[in-house]
């Protein structure tokens, strides 16, 4: 199938902003202004709604959340409704219903649903990078991926990226099975991870933010090990479309990916951004874990990425991963899953703003 032209994009004139505002947001008091705008009904004309499907709710997805609490969204034109599927594999089946527009999730999940028919591409990065620690007691011995050897890790329930992710580098990067090395993964549900180590079911447990600054803060628990030294950038999260949407409306996946460009290259440029997004997306969290994470996912990883584009090596270290995670039994090339032209044409786009 011949790939349809990008048209030019012209974003409708719902928001009025300056230049700096757009690229590095507009600073505590207007951020509030637009909190309170952009979670109200959309009365501005010329708003296109649209559904986005994501696995789970995690503060690694800011991207997209800044994107609709900066105002990014609305100025290109979209009204977005975020919803959680409640699982890493259940995202994408709500765009194949046509329940959403796009799913945001593990770029595996397209990969599967592709080997099972579906026609599916993903058109921008969401995560760039391993956002994930092994968090254990203080004094754990656990420095290095050949110490995760003869211990039980605490993880969430399979395919999990905590658990793909220790598989993966102590199989490509340490060069032995965990099996066969005597690791075993507690498999429990969401925010049982903790308890686990603390009452010595397990060593040390894998996490995402917010739950490695929450372990810190509420259990006295240290992040000992950051899988990102061992495994490098790569398309962790994508945006995925099916091909038919790409060709039917490539207007939309645009103004999509540009608002997720401007959205990233801001959250670089302002910190605040990022905390109160966090905030307004997680009331429950405690703000000085916010910005504990913050320094976490934007300073120590490469987590939140600088922009939307996905990159041949990107792609084909994520395959590796989740191929050794087990989550994708035959991965798919670049060339047949990407569609880069809409992140590329962005971020062009905000460099040149």
């Not at 009365?43 to 609709?68: D, F, N, P, R």
């Not at 754990?140 to 050949?146: D, G, L, R, Y």
């Not at 965990?178 to 180590?197: I, S, T």
Request: hydrophobic share 45%; glycine share 8%.
């Amino acid at each position: 199938m011949t790939k349809p032209p990008i048209p030019a994009i012209t974003a409708p004139a719902v928001i009025t902003r300056t230049r700096r505002e757009v690229l590095i947001g507009a600073g505590a008091a207007s951020f509030g202004a637009l909190l309170g705008s952009v979670g109200a009904p959309a009365i501005a004309q010329g708003l296109k709604s649209i559904s986005v499907s994501e696995a789970i709710h995690l503060g690694m997805y800011v991207s997209l959340y800044a994107a609709k609490h900066g105002g990014y969204f609305r100025k290109h034109g979209l009204d977005v409704a975020v919803s959680s599927a409640g699982g890493i594999a259940l995202a994408v089946p709500v765009v194949l219903s046509g329940k959403a527009s796009f799913a945001v999730t593990g770029a595996g999940m397209s990969v599967n649903a592709t080997n099972e028919g579906a026609q599916l591409t993903n058109i921008a990065k969401i995560v760039g990078g391993v956002a994930m620690w092994a968090v254990a007691k203080p004094g754990s011995s656990i420095k290095k991926i050949e110490d995760f050897r003869g211990k039980t890790i605490a993880t969430l329930r399979f395919p999990s990226s905590t658990i793909q992710m220790p598989t993966f580098a102590m199989k490509e990067r340490g060069g032995f099975d965990p099996e066969g090395a005597g690791v075993k993964f507690l498999q429990l549900p969401a925010g049982a991870q903790a308890q686990a180590v603390l009452d010595g079911r397990a060593d040390v447990a894998t996490m995402f933010e917010w739950d490695v600054s929450l372990a810190k803060q509420k259990f006295g628990l240290e992040p000992v090990f950051a899988f990102a030294d061992v495994i490098g950038p790569l398309s962790w999260t994508t945006a995925i479309a099916q091909k038919s949407l790409v060709e039917k409306d490539p207007a939309l996946v645009q103004a999509f990916c540009n608002a997720i460009a401007e959205s990233q290259a801001a959250l670089h440029a302002d910190r605040e951004l990022f905390v109160k997004t966090s905030i307004a997306e997680f009331p429950q969290v405690e703000p000085a874990v916010i910005r504990a994470a913050g320094e976490n996912l934007l300073t120590k990883s490469t987590a939140i990425p600088v922009n939307p584009t996905i990159s041949k090596q990107e792609w084909d270290t994520n395959m590796a991963l989740e191929l050794a995670g087990g989550s994708v039994k035959s991965p798919r090339p670049y060339e047949d899953m990407v569609d880069n032209r809409f992140a590329e044409r962005a971020t062009k786009a905000v460099k040149k703003a």
